[in-house]
């Protein structure tokens, strides 16, 4: 009856409906669409919106396959995501855009009598093998009781992963164990290499992280949105830092692929927590401040890992992007960010799961193309507040900069140019 009355609608106003193609058969995605009164279209007809898995990302904007796309038509991933989506380029480009920082004198880039970023360290220490092999050995070997964790570069759902703690379990993955040079058993197979966060937050005793949803509608200039119903997800063992557990990912790995083949795993809540109710429970443990100041690093790591990656962004205007942010908390409230996934699953584990993911499409559909209208990429992207459900603008470059240059104005000459003592956050009015 509803799509029905979405058609007569349609008729009556002469609105022409919006047309999709979608590489997914997945039910919070295709209700969405539905509930629009949208057409279903094969990806090789003409199509306004495209919600498209990476391989056809990479067919589109394809130089010898791909083709012109008009202004009405819009799609999912940005053509090269992987600067920030892939392990080791997302790791690569945040060290260049500290160095970068340092460099031009930034406050930003200040370090402490250890050398260490004081603002900008929220990756843990990271190597790329096998070319940083050698780098990693001399690390190695300055904290030899460290556990480090590695995964290969290119995989998701906790695909390939696994701890070590000695050199000797790394030789396991080389072709030559008698030379001191690193090779993966394939090519493809590049790895990254980090120090294992080995002192976790935990809840009842439990490790998690926490997965959060970052949307992106433009690169250049930076404008993003977080989104409020993000969760925690909790391995189902508590955590042992014992050696002797280095192989039980269920200690270990939060990925819900994982945890759900373990004989604990709860299929009614999913071994989740919503972020509300992590809040809570932080607030009442912790105390409202720091919990307020660990959400504020979170949004504010996220800004500048989007910005460690703008420059090299093709910032293609047919583009937007939901990217899923995974990040762990230690027992000192410190957040670090793990990874960034290009596909974040929206495959629904429990109910609560199913309504957050749907909610999450519908949001994010507002804001992409404003409810009753067609796509028009011409269009400056600054949605109406009605427009953006559960989402909150996170960073708006365009915003900041007004912001910046109207508290130069207020300090006048001499002042503090950007008009923050220390350069490291934006004003509200900016940031949320």
Not at 13 to 19: E, I, Q, S, V
Not at 22 to 46: T, Y
Not at 197 to 215: A, E, Q, S, T
Request: aromatic fraction near 12%; glycine fraction near 6%.
């Amino acid at each position: 009856m509803r799509q029905v009355y979405i058609n007569i609608t349609m008729q009556r106003t002469g609105m022409a409906r919006l047309k999709y193609a979608c590489d997914m058969d997945k039910s919070v995605l295709l209700n969405n669409f539905e509930a629009r009164g949208w057409v279903p279209v094969s990806p090789d007809d003409d199509w306004n919106f495209y919600w498209a898995n990476v391989q056809s990302i990479r067919n589109v904007f394809s130089i010898d396959s791909g083709y012109r796309l008009t202004d009405d038509q819009v799609i999912n991933h940005f053509p090269n995501h992987v600067e920030l989506t892939r392990k080791d380029l997302m790791v690569k480009n945040i060290k260049r855009y500290r160095k970068d920082l340092e460099k031009e004198g930034s406050p930003l880039a200040e370090k402490d009598e250890n050398g260490r970023f004081i603002h900008l360290d929220f990756i843990p220490l990271t190597f790329m093998l096998p070319a940083d092999y050698n780098l990693f050995v001399e690390e190695f070997r300055k904290n030899p009781n460290t556990t480090w964790i590695m995964k290969p570069c290119g995989k998701a759902r906790g695909i390939g992963i696994f701890l070590v703690n000695k050199l000797s379990q790394l030789k396991k993955w080389s072709r030559d164990s008698k030379t001191n040079n690193f090779t993966p058993p394939t090519s493809k197979d590049t790895y990254v290499i980090s120090k294992y966060i080995d002192n976790p937050l935990l809840i009842g005793g439990k490790k998690f992280d926490l997965r959060l949803y970052v949307l992106v509608t433009s690169f250049r200039p930076l404008k993003c949105y977080m989104y409020r119903l993000g969760f925690a997800r909790f391995c189902t063992v508590k955590y042992n830092a014992s050696v002797n557990e280095l192989d039980n990912m269920f200690v270990h790995l939060t990925n819900v692929s994982i945890q759900k083949q373990g004989e604990d795993y709860n299929a009614v809540h999913g071994g989740k927590w919503t972020v509300q109710n992590l809040r809570l429970f932080l607030e009442g443990t912790r105390g409202k401040e720091v919990t307020d100041r660990l959400f504020d690093e979170i949004n504010w790591q996220t800004v500048h890992s989007l910005k460690a990656v703008s420059g090299n962004i093709s910032n293609d205007r047919h583009c937007f992007e939901c990217y899923g942010y995974d990040y762990i908390v230690d027992d000192n409230l410190k957040p670090w960010l793990i990874e960034v996934n290009a596909s974040p699953s929206l495959t629904s584990t429990t109910s609560s799961d199913r309504i957050m993911k749907y909610r999450l499409m519908n949001d994010l559909i507002n804001i992409v193309i404003p409810p009753g209208q067609m796509p028009d990429v011409r269009w400056n992207k600054i949605p109406q507040k009605e427009h953006l459900g559960y989402f909150d603008l996170l960073y708006d470059e365009e915003l900041a900069q007004q912001d910046a240059l109207n508290m130069d104005k207020k300090l006048g000459p001499g002042g503090l140019g950007r008009g923050r003592k220390d350069g490291s956050r934006p004003s509200p009015a900016t940031w949320k």
